[in-house]
């Protein structure tokens, strides 16, 4: 978990709920120190007491809603400590994680040792899967079709359809749910099942503790027996090279013995530096599944799955107000949804149209320099004007070189300026499926690097989607 990326995560949060000024004047000022991963304490360090009452008093269930949902855990305590007070943080710098690679039938919980109970709590905390995290409460559209129908895919038959899985897509866009949903439910289906849940830099971690404490055989023979290995932002892999070794080894064995091996990300295989090619080559050995930005009726769709568990029933045109003007990210609207729901119970209002607009701090009509929504067929006007093939050429199976050279900006254009999934894309375009698009996408990104006449070309054509 890179905490202080879950911080910044908080802080544009917050920025967009709250205003910056709350942001610029208190919590920017505050430290996220630590994630007492098994206790589910955070230690925040602000500069001064004057700081740190203030938060206590104000902020504290902010902290606490958002915290819970960016670390996905469903209880959590704030420790806030100002910057002067002497402060030993959690126990567990004080003791090394080795313990965690002992195998569990080994360690024997008694009351009087504390250390031997947090031991048991270390030993079994990879597996952890959060029970909130269900395929029944995530919402399926056309961003993350491709993604949950080979997830399902794989909990009917681990090992066999698509080993392994990638699943790729930008922060907030419910990669890590989509990962916990396949564990509960392989879970169910398999109960003698080894499942383990990893993200990547626990993973790394854990194998630094292992070479430290002389133990690498230990943390392999561990790997080695599980059925289903989840593992969360393998991007976070990168750059680490023993870990990657180990767990290219780890990788192959599994592979080897048919066990299902899930990987998410957010970056594309092809696109992550610092990964050795070898393993970069295995990630992508499966299906690769990106997950892209929900379309509008999908994120009222979402915010109505979670209305239905509001006491108070809420109005379709507040859903779909806060679907339409809170950031596209799902981790940020529903972070909006709640500050809304919040800011009602604590006043004691109704969840009206008005309240609404005003706790998020939007204007009550659509603002007029709101972003035009750019449309395929914009794009593809565009690219005939630009290189003169019409829509027809494009959708043609012909690889005469200009028109494969249009047909690829296109994808790249309707890839970035669209909401559009890659399957969609291909559609429209006719394409076989969607790693055409992807290809394309990555030809153009890599081209723009390369030649600088090119990259002007697609910014002016992209300012001119944009400007009408
Ligand atoms: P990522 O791992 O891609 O950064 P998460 O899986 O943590 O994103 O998702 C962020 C939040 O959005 C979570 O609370 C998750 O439950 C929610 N979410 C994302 N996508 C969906 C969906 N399709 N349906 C319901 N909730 C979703
Ligand atoms: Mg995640």
């Known amino acids: 978990m890179n905490i202080q990326r879950v911080w910044q995560d908080f802080l544009m949060i917050v920025t967009e709920e709250a205003g910056s000024r709350v942001v610029e004047t208190w919590l920017k000022a ?13 230690y925040l360090v602000a500069p001064n007491t004057f700081v740190k009452d203030w938060i206590n008093t104000k902020y504290l269930t902010l902290l606490e809603t958002h915290l819970k949902r960016l670390l996905h855990v469903t209880q959590l305590k704030i420790v806030l400590v100002d910057h002067d007070a002497p402060q030993p943080l959690s126990p567990r710098n004080a003791s090394p994680e080795v313990i965690s690679l002992l195998p569990q039938a080994k360690v024997t919980p008694t009351a009087e040792r504390p250390s031997a109970s947090h031991a048991v709590a270390r030993a079994s905390r990879h597996i ?4 909130q995290y269900t395929f029944s409460n995530f919402v399926i559209g056309p961003h993350n079709q491709l993604a949950y ?30 990962l916990h949903a396949i564990g509960n439910e392989t879970r169910a289906n ?34 080695k027996n599980v059925d289903v290995l989840l593992v969360d932002d393998i991007q976070s892999i990168a750059g680490k090279d023993q870990t990657q070794e180990a767990f290219f080894h780890i990788f192959n064995t599994l592979y080897e013995n048919n066990k299902q ?26 299906l690769v599944a990106d997950i892209g930005v929900p379309t509008i009726e999908t994120r009222i769709a979402i915010l109505a799955r979670k209305a239905d568990s509001s006491p108070h029933p809420i109005e379709q045109k507040v859903l779909e107000f806060i679907a339409a003007h809170a950031p596209s990210n799902v981790r940020q609207l529903e972070g909006a949804f709640i500050r809304v729901m919040a ?3 604590l006043t004691g209002q109704s969840v009206s149209l008005e309240l609404a607009q005003k706790v998020l701090g939007l204007p009550p009509s659509p603002e007029p320099q709101r972003a035009r929504v750019i449309t395929f067929d914009m ?36 890839k970035r300026n669209t909401a559009e999934p890659l399957t969609e894309i291909a559609r429209h375009l006719r394409r076989s499926d969607h790693t ?6 990555q030809k153009i990104e890599h081209a723009v690097t390369q030649d600088l006449n090119l990259k002007n070309d697609i910014e002016r054509l992209e300012e001119r989607l944009k400007q009408g």
């Not at 066999?160 to 897509?169: D, Q, V």
């Open 149 to 178: 129908a080979a997830a399902q895919a794989v909990c009917k038959q681990p090992g066999a359809a698509y080993n392994p899985l990638f699943i790729y897509g930008a922060s907030g866009l419910g990669k890590t749910h989509l």
């Open 128 to 131: 952890t899967l959060t029970d």
């Open 261 to 286: 091996i899930i990987f998410t990300s957010d970056t594309y295989p092809r696109e992550m530096t610092g990964i050795t090619a070898r393993l970069r080559s295995r990630l992508e050995w499966g």
């Open 436 to 441: 055409t698009v992807m290809h394309a996408v």
């Open 379 to 414: 794009v593809t006007d565009l690219i005939e004007k630009e290189y003169g093939y019409s829509l027809a050429q494009l959708r043609s199976p012909s690889r005469h070189k200009g028109m494969s050279f249009a047909r690829q900006v296109a994808m790249y254009l309707m």
């Open 190 to 223: 398999h109960k003698r099942a080894s499942i383990v849940y990893q993200p990547a830099d626990r993973f790394v971690s854990e194998f630094i503790q292992a070479i430290r404490f002389d133990k690498v055989q230990l943390f392999k023979d561990k790997y």
């Open 343 to 345: 800011f009602a119970s």
């Open 30 to 42: 505050v430290t996220f120190k630590e994630w007492d991963d098994i206790n589910y304490i955070a």
